[in-house]
């Protein structure tokens, strides 16, 4: 493993990224910033925010074009689950599929 | 970078006032032969929808609709020359002529719409030939100035 | 320490000069093994640019229309990598490095994978 | 024969879609004013989008992101927003003025005013929208576009002397009462009208919602290369119908019925009936598109889950964000203002913004952790960043060329 893993530069390949449900690819929001560990004996990256919410790095699967995470206990679709409340559910047909 | 900015907007100021002054009655007559063309595009259009509905190219509801634009249009443009204000004699006198010109052009494009609406198709015949020699003259008017 | 406030920080050589600001974290995935089994991204260096601009478009790299590039380039200045073990310490709005600015490499000669 | 069958389908669409009402004003308005000598823009455009809109759906096709998502990946959160607001500014007014178009349409062809027909026309492009699959939507208004190939019949029809309209095109310059300031205005305001930017967001997030791969390069391309030369010629069909008939006559096109009605003069009431047809689903088409491109960009800016691919609950924001647009384009077309006339705005506005959105696609297209093997040539990029230079020119130049000339008078 060594010194020939993956490279990234954090503001390039990880901040402003797509985040994506790992499982069902449903979109969760943006990277807004990064949390980097300095102080520990190998400085790390220890987790994505988005939405003041923290993703730890552990919970990130992949990192490509977007950013595949597996969300677990974490509530980064407020925003879509308050309009869906409040609005679109009142719409007839909401959760039908289009035709 | 600022000094250029500066430049520009000095030319802008100078273009603006240049097409602002000069002598009132060339200025009169270059805003009415402008309103003159702007009356002509009126007038044709309206000529034009009138030709084709007696073709039988259009129907009555676009062809009324189109008719109905165009006296509008001819409405705005005579009375905001209208609003000028003439300053010299001379001016004054190109004033009246233009101002006759537009509100006759205006008069006949509405008398189209009333026989359009009221389908009498005869009258519509007859304001077309009228319309033909309404846009010549605005026409002649429209050269007359840049 | 959260990402966007260290992109800024001025960084100061050895001798207290300042030699730019930083622009950019670069990451290696050769850190200890996570619960995930994944290794953990270490912190392998910053980015320096030597003039005030965080964003890069990724033009830091070599990509790009050589135009766009050209221009990028010269709106940032010279681009250094200075590694993590060459950083002695950061604080309020500094990186204090332990070298000089003479001992950079420009970020074009650290490989890219 | 399935994929051909595919393909052609792609092309007509994009031929049918590539018009909207800014092309159909613009076109009418510079063809009586100046002829077909301002001709040269319209292919100019035509160009310029193929080359981007290509590179969009390139970078689609290979990564599976839309435009905006790429916008601030790129420009970040700050100059991302600032992108866009401008963006998402010009795309809702450009729907306010394809929801005016669709009710002058109406009104055209029923004689009840477009104020009574305009909430009618926005409740069936949220209708649409709420309940039809995304290439349902695509072909049906795209195919039923296609009817304004009328424009072309209808030239040909006229009979017009085509040694003079080509001498028209190959001498760009005004003529008569026109100056060079009113020229390069609407030179901008035509460029603006073909290089419209939410056609590229709307391109690229069709790509995401009909799930391009890399082997749909082809679908993509052939659309890109052939239905938007195609569409262009469209444009020049409805410039040259004006040319022939407005240009001699003094006729200046104010309204949408001026635009249409060369149509009816050379092919009679048949030709009036296909022209309204194509006007009506040219517009409407473009409304959907436009709305939901106003959802597309606030989502991909943000990150919320959009698109019609899953049901409206799962993209709630994004179906909230295309109801709020169309609520304030039927609000800001109640005032009574002229469609017509925002329609020349909005295509003056348009060309002010484009750079801030084809600047990010060049950049991404160039980017090999995003492209591998399919990044830009260098010829590519040679006519990609010419066109960058003409942009930033149009940009630039259209806010002056707006007050010297008092748009466009």
């Not at chain 1, 995470?69 to 879509?80: A, V, Y």
């Not at chain 2, 537009?102 to 304001?127: H, K, P, Y």
Request: charged fraction near 20%; charge should be negative; hydrophobic fraction near 50%.
């Amino acid at each position: 493993m060594a010194a020939d893993g993956r490279v990234l530069h954090a503001q390039l390949h990880l901040l402003d990224r797509q985040l994506i449900h790992e499982r069902t690819g449903g979109l969760l929001g943006k990277v807004d910033d990064v949390e980097l560990d300095l102080d520990a004996d190998v400085p790390v990256l220890t987790a994505l925010i988005s939405q003041h919410e923290l993703i730890p790095a552990g919970q990130i699967v992949a990192i490509d074009s977007a950013i595949k995470i597996l969300p677990g206990e974490l509530n980064l679709t407020k925003g879509d689950d308050w309009a869906e409340q409040h609005v679109v559910d009142k719409i007839p047909g909401a959760g039908d599929a289009t035709e | 970078m600022r000094r250029r900015f500066a430049a520009f907007w000095v030319t802008i100021g100078l273009v603006l006032s240049l097409a602002g002054c000069g002598d009132p009655d060339q200025q009169m007559r270059s805003e009415g032969a402008r309103a003159a063309r702007e009356a002509v595009s009126g007038v044709r259009t309206a000529q034009l929808v009138a030709q084709s509905l007696l073709d039988g190219k259009v129907w009555d509801q676009p062809a009324t609709v189109m008719v109905t634009d165009a006296e509008e249009a001819l409405g705005q443009v005579a009375t905001t020359f209208d609003a000028r204000q003439p300053e010299s004699a001379e001016s004054r006198e190109t004033y009246d002529q233009y101002s006759e010109a537009l509100s006759s052009a205006a008069d006949g494009v509405t008398e189209l719409r009333i026989a359009l609406r009221n389908g009498d198709l005869d009258a519509v015949r007859q304001q077309v030939g009228q319309l033909d020699k309404t846009a010549e003259q605005l026409e002649q008017l429209g050269e007359r100035a840049q | 320490m959260r990402l966007n406030d260290l992109l800024g920080h001025r960084v100061v050589d050895r001798t207290g000069r300042d030699i730019g600001g930083v622009a950019d974290v670069r990451l290696v995935q050769d850190g200890p093994l996570q619960p995930s089994m994944q290794a953990a991204f270490r912190v392998d260096g910053l980015i320096v640019v030597e003039k005030r601009a965080t964003r890069l478009f990724g033009y830091e790299r070599h990509v790009g229309p050589a135009l766009l590039h050209w221009l990028v380039h010269r709106r940032l200045g010279g681009v250094w990598y200075l590694p993590w073990e060459d950083v002695e310490r950061i604080t309020e709005g500094a990186v204090e490095a332990r070298s000089g600015l003479e001992d950079l490499r420009p970020l074009e000669e650290t490989p890219r994978h | 024969m399935k994929r051909l069958f595919a393909v052609t389908l792609g092309i007509l669409t994009a031929i049918g879609g590539f018009v909207d009402i800014g092309d159909l004003v613009t076109n009418a308005l510079v063809g009586a004013r100046f002829g077909m000598r301002m001709a040269w823009v319209v292919v100019l455009g035509v160009i310029g989008i193929c080359l981007y809109a290509e590179m969009s759906g390139r970078v689609v096709a290979v990564s599976g992101r839309p435009v905006f998502d790429l916008i601030r990946e790129r420009l970040g959160r700050r100059t991302g927003l600032f992108a866009l607001i401008a963006s998402f500014l010009v795309t809702l007014l450009t729907l306010i003025a394809e929801v005016g178009g669709v009710a002058l349409a109406l009104e055209l062809a029923s004689g009840v005013n477009y104020l009574l027909w305009m909430p009618l026309a926005a409740f069936a492009v949220w209708l649409v929208i709420w309940r039809v699959k995304f290439s349902r939507l695509e072909q049906v208004f795209g195919l039923l576009g296609l009817l304004l190939v009328v424009f072309a019949v209808a030239l040909w029809k006229l009979g017009p002397d085509w040694d003079s309209l080509m001498q028209q095109a190959t001498n760009p310059g005004p003529t008569g009462h026109e100056t060079w300031a009113t020229y390069a205005y609407y030179g901008i305001a035509l460029f603006g009208a073909a290089m419209t930017p939410y056609e590229v967001f709307f391109f690229s997030s069709g790509g995401v919602e009909e799930k391009w791969e890399r082997q749909d390069l082809i679908t993509a391309r052939s659309n890109v290369f052939v239905g938007f030369p195609l569409g262009g010629l469209l444009s020049l069909a409805i410039a040259g119908c004006a040319a022939v008939l407005y240009l001699p006559a003094g006729i200046q096109v104010e309204t949408l019925g001026q635009v249409i009605l060369p149509a009816a003069v050379a092919l009679g009431k048949l030709g009036l009936a296909i022209v309204l047809l194509g006007v009506f689903a040219a517009t409407f088409g473009a409304a959907l598109e436009t709305s939901l491109s106003c959802g597309y960009t606030i989502a991909q800016y943000f990150g919320w889950q959009w698109g019609k691919f899953v049901r409206p609950r799962q993209a709630s924001r994004f179906h909230v964000v295309i109801i709020i647009c169309l609520i304030l384009s039927i609000l800001v077309l109640m005032t009574a203002v002229d469609p017509v006339k925002v329609t020349e705005y909005s295509v003056v506005f348009a060309a002010m913004a484009l750079p801030l959105t084809y600047l990010p696609i060049l950049i991404i297209a160039n980017d090999p952790d995003y492209m591998d093997d399919q990044k830009n040539g260098r010829v590519l990029n040679f006519f990609a960043l010419v066109y960058l230079g003409l942009l930033l020119l149009a940009s630039i130049a259209a806010i002056p060329l707006m007050i010297l000339t008092r748009a466009g008078r």
